[in-house]
């Protein structure tokens, strides 16, 4: 029986600090008799990549044990970001009387009691404030100097430290969704976990509820008015083992995993179950407590892809 080892360098884009690096791709494939498809699967079996600890942190790869776990099974809405109704205020003179002066502008952001304009009553001659009830920014102003308050709002003043994801959930999901069940949301590249709080009819008898969940936008990243997408938890699933999504890569028709031995990577195949938005349930291939690349696995991927074609030829 013959060993070979064929050794290839690539270069390495993950990381701009690094201007090169080396990978070694080995495979060890068994010669003897036999026809040319037999010894290509044994060859495929032995295949694996070599790469120093120090390499995969350079370029970023990551690993982790398989362990079970729990999916956690959901459905999918949209909504917008709302002003919380309780961090909304409209305010009015207390007694009608004229506007003799006004301190606050649209925009601007006023502390708890903070004087937004005098009055003067048209009963008892006197000037009083028009106070905040609480912090926030003024979003509406319809007071100027001579005019009459004539129990119109003057000021609306909201505070945006919490706000509501308003998310429309359609007849075909409402039968699985309900009050009290958490629900990730997400912006952008921000996420926020939260419970749905109440679940109400849509005005104008439009063709879906309304979930509401409460949101900490102290960060301010969360501004009413944004299109959000919420994935609610319907359901929990434990299984005996999961991995990362990321973990995947689709190579020679089967899905794999790249299973770490030492410094040896080896694609492992592996049959796949139910899945949530962040992990995968495996049902065979491998065993609780292989240690599999979670972060960056497309770089072996693509490094056997490139050996074979060498190889090939």
């Known amino acids: 029986m013959k060993r070979s080892t064929l050794t290839i360098t690539i270069l390495s884009s993950c990381r701009v600090a690094l201007l090169a690096s080396a990978l070694l791709i080995s495979f060890a494939a068994i010669s003897g008799e036999g026809d040319h498809d037999d010894e290509k699967k ?4 032995n295949e694996f990549v070599t790469m120093t600890q120090e390499m995969a942190a350079q370029v970023g790869v990551t690993t982790q044990a398989v362990s079970a776990g729990t999916l956690n099974i959901t459905k999918t809405v949209y909504g ?13 003179a207390r007694f009608d009387g004229v506007v003799t002066r006004v301190n606050a502008n649209l925009g601007d952001k006023v502390k708890k009691g903070a004087a937004l304009a005098v009055v ?8 009083y404030s028009l106070t905040a009830p609480f912090a926030g920014t003024v979003i509406a102003r319809h007071a100027n100097e001579g005019e009459l308050s004539n129990g119109q709002v003057l000021f609306s003043l909201a505070n945006y430290d919490s706000v509501w994801a308003q998310l429309k959930v359609f007849p075909n999901q409402l039968r699985s969704v309900a009050e009290q069940q958490a629900v990730q949301l997400t912006l ?5 976990d939260t419970v749905i709080s109440h679940i109400l009819p849509s005005p104008d008898e439009q063709p879906y509820v309304l979930a509401y969940a409460n949101i900490d936008n102290t960060s301010g990243h969360w501004p009413v008015g944004a299109a959000v997408l919420g994935n609610i938890t319907i359901d929990t699933l434990d299984v005996s083992m999961l991995v990362p999504k990321t973990a995947i890569q689709e190579y020679e028709g089967n899905n794999v995993v790249f ?7 080896h694609p492992e195949p592996v049959s796949l179950g139910k899945q949530d938005a962040d992990n995968i349930e495996v049902l065979s291939g491998i065993a609780v407590s292989d240690v599999v690349v979670v972060n960056n696995s497309f770089l072996f991927k693509a490094d056997l892809e490139k050996s074979e074609a060498g190889h090939d030829h």
């Open 42 to 45: 044994d060859e495929h079996r």
């Open 80 to 92: 917008n970001v709302v002003t919380d109704p309780a961090s909304l205020s409209h305010i009015r």
């Open 120 to 127: 003067e009553s048209n009963e008892s001659l006197k000037s």
């Open 188 to 192: 952008a590249d921000s996420t926020f």
């Open 259 to 265: 299973v770490k031995k030492g410094d040896e990577y």
